[in-house]
């Protein structure tokens, strides 16, 4: 069974631009999560999608968003990248059938560098 | 406000020597703590999880121990080996969440 997939692994961006990550789920699995990870803030929760719809979203300001298709894969947007944006950018998925402490296995991640 | 506290920061162990991670949480909504796995350039990858039903889950080398009342788990690797050598982050997530609140790591350095 392949796992979580992200694309692009890596990427460079300038400030002021806009950045779109792809992620593809565990075949199956429902629910997928995204996660920022810097040495300073450590690993933080973005949102979560379930059935193409956000079921949570964490303190992130609005220049991040995400989305889910039918075929569960998900799309996260980051506008107007700042320097500090620049982090390793996990998708996490899980069967997610119930809204409640899922076994979620996460992607190897982007790494996006802001200059 | 971190939610779930993770010690030590760093860790050096021998080779066949016991690792033990510590982590702490307040939120007593939390009913899932896995313990994840990470090395250089890899995402994050689960070790083994526990509920709050039990005091103690074994998989192999590793042992997560559970204390309910004052609200602390532990991971303890046996017979550490260098390959165990990675950042090991804790977790928690809580009834009606599907998000994860990850302690801030511990590198774990097993010298042979």
């Known amino acids: 069974k392949a796992g979580v997939t992200q694309t692009p692994r890596y990427l460079i961006k300038t400030r002021g631009q806009q950045v779109t990550l792809s992620c593809s789920p565990i075949s199956g699995h429902r629910s997928v999560s995204w996660y920022q990870q810097t040495p300073g803030q450590g690993l933080q929760f973005l949102f979560e999608y379930f059935s193409e719809t956000q079921r ?3 303190n992130f300001p609005g ?32 069967p997610g059938q119930t809204y409640s ?15 | 406000q971190q939610q779930v506290k993770q010690s ?19 939120n007593t909504a939390f009913d899932y703590f896995p313990w994840y796995q990470q090395f250089p350039g890899k995402g994050p990858a689960l070790l083994i999880a526990i509920r709050p039903d039990v005091s103690e889950k074994k998989e192999g080398r590793f042992t997560i121990s559970f204390n309910k009342s004052a609200k602390q788990f532990s991971l303890h690797i046996m017979d550490s080996q260098p390959g165990d050598s990675a950042t090991y982050f804790c977790a928690a997530s ?4 599907n998000n994860l609140f990850f302690g801030t790591g511990t590198r774990l350095t097993v010298i042979p």
Request: proline fraction near 1%.
């Open chain 2, 8 to 26: 030590p920061q760093s860790l050096i162990v021998q080779k066949g020597g016991i690792s033990i991670i510590n982590c702490a949480y307040e």
């Open chain 1, 101 to 115: 402490g899922n076994t979620i296995y996460f992607g190897e991640g982007s790494w996006l560098t802001v200059v």
């Open chain 2, 94 to 97: 809580g009834t009606g969440a």
């Open chain 1, 63 to 94: 220049r991040f968003s995400g989305r889910q298709f039918s075929n569960s894969r998900s799309e996260m947007n980051v506008s107007t990248l700042e320097l500090g944006d620049s982090a390793l950018y996990l998708c996490a998925s899980s």
């Open chain 1, 56 to 58: 949570n979203k964490g």
